[in-house]
């Protein structure tokens, strides 16, 4: 009897202590479910964080391509990924003074497209989506010919640092340096910079079929170039992307 008895709290016991779980459990499921659903680029979503023990899934800068949905904005997940690589190394020589936020160019995008992306990476937002023109010689409609030489009025791919800003010809302007050598490294010679241009406008789409050209440099409307310019200057990174076999093989930050 006694057995019987001690088998019978053993079982109640355990329904008790089970029941006293459930809020729990469901709690835990209700808050997963949520981050997973949790809209993109909001300061609140917090993805795992690189050698956390519960992130190890995720490299930061991933999670943020497919926090934002960046690829429905049109940018090229090879464009995100190659960016990401070089990005971190130049991050670790120190090269940054800037190292919360990354411009993206996609050149594989028609000039009718917003191919600039400037991206938040420690709030997860996309801060800058707009149109940028590449060199008169590198095409019409879609970038195709790149090019380090000095009047050859063509873009240069590659990885850039943004330096100090200035007023010149084409009013507020942005300095870059390029770091691949052979690649776009006579950008100062060439006096590649970021500058405002009345032809970066939808209305050229409609009569010629892409908006203007620069003389290589990549050129942004003039509405957005003073907030664009002053979220960048200064020791930031800019990667200016193609899917160009030479540039492909020849770059060192690109191969790691």
Request: aromatic fraction near 12%; proline fraction near 5%.
């Amino acid at each position: 009897m006694k057995k019987k008895l001690k088998g019978f709290y053993l079982i109640v016991s355990s329904l008790f202590i089970s029941l006293l779980h459930l809020p729990f459990a469901f709690a835990k499921t209700a808050h997963f479910k949520s981050w997973l659903n949790a809209p993109p680029g909001k300061d609140s979503v917090q993805l795992p964080a690189e050698g956390h023990s519960g992130g190890s899934f995720f490299s930061p800068l991933r999670s943020v391509y497919d926090s934002l949905h960046l690829d429905l904005a049109g940018l090229s997940r090879q464009a995100f990924d190659l960016a990401q690589r070089g990005f971190e190394q130049i991050r670790n020589q120190g090269s940054l003074v800037n190292d919360s936020v990354l411009s993206i160019i996609d050149f594989s995008q028609p000039s009718t497209r917003k191919r600039l992306y400037v991206i938040d990476l420690k709030h997860y937002r996309l801060l800058f989506n707009t149109l940028v023109a590449h060199g008169r010689n590198s095409g019409k409609e879609m970038a195709r010919f790149f090019s380090n030489r000095p009047a050859s009025y063509k873009s240069s791919l590659g990885f850039y640092v943004t330096r100090d800003t200035y007023e010149g010809n084409n009013g507020y302007s942005l300095r870059l340096e390029g770091l691949e050598k052979g690649i776009n490294d006579n950008a100062e010679r060439r006096a590649i910079v970021i500058h405002g241009a009345g032809y970066v406008d939808e209305s050229y789409i409609g009569s010629q079929g892409y908006i203007g050209r620069s003389e290589g440099c990549p050129a942004i409307p003039e509405r957005v170039v003073t907030p664009l310019i002053n979220t960048i200057k200064q020791g930031s990174c800019l990667f200016i992307y193609n899917p160009d076999p030479q540039y492909l093989h020849h770059s060192q930050l690109v191969n790691g």
